[in-house]
């Protein structure tokens, strides 16, 4: 891993080699300290991952979680065929192609989502 900071409105983690069970936990806790400073964007590059487990998928999804709440976009660059696959049959694609809300992220349940004034 390493992360490019030149850009402070969107600060760039190459993740490299595997992203699994044994190595997720320093990405996550970088992930956490550059969304702790409200980037409007976070940018991740695979452009050399060569594994994914869902420890890993699931620091995909803490980012975006994370970036929903603090108003950051989590992008990702150069995304190999298989993280694209993986990213499609879990739902994470879908959930990185929602726009940022105001309000934490969208659950899905109607009786979350506020009303607009009359």
Do not use: C, K
Request: proline letters at 9%; glycine letters at 10%; charged letters at 20%.
């Amino acid at each position: 891993m390493a992360v490019d900071r030149s850009n402070p409105d969107a600060p760039l983690i190459r993740v490299t080699g595997d992203l699994a069970y044994t190595t997720a936990g320093p990405l996550r806790n970088e992930v956490d300290r550059i969304l702790a400073e409200l980037p409007p964007a976070l940018v991740f590059d695979f452009a050399d991952l060569h594994f994914i487990d869902s420890t890993g998928l699931g620091v995909i999804v803490h980012a975006w979680r994370e970036g929903q709440t603090g108003g950051t976009v989590i992008e990702l660059r150069t995304v190999p065929r298989f993280l694209e696959t993986i990213l499609d049959l879990t739902g994470v694609a879908g959930l990185l192609a929602r726009p940022v809300t105001d309000n934490g992220p969208d659950t899905g349940d109607p009786a979350e989502r506020p009303v607009a004034p009359a």
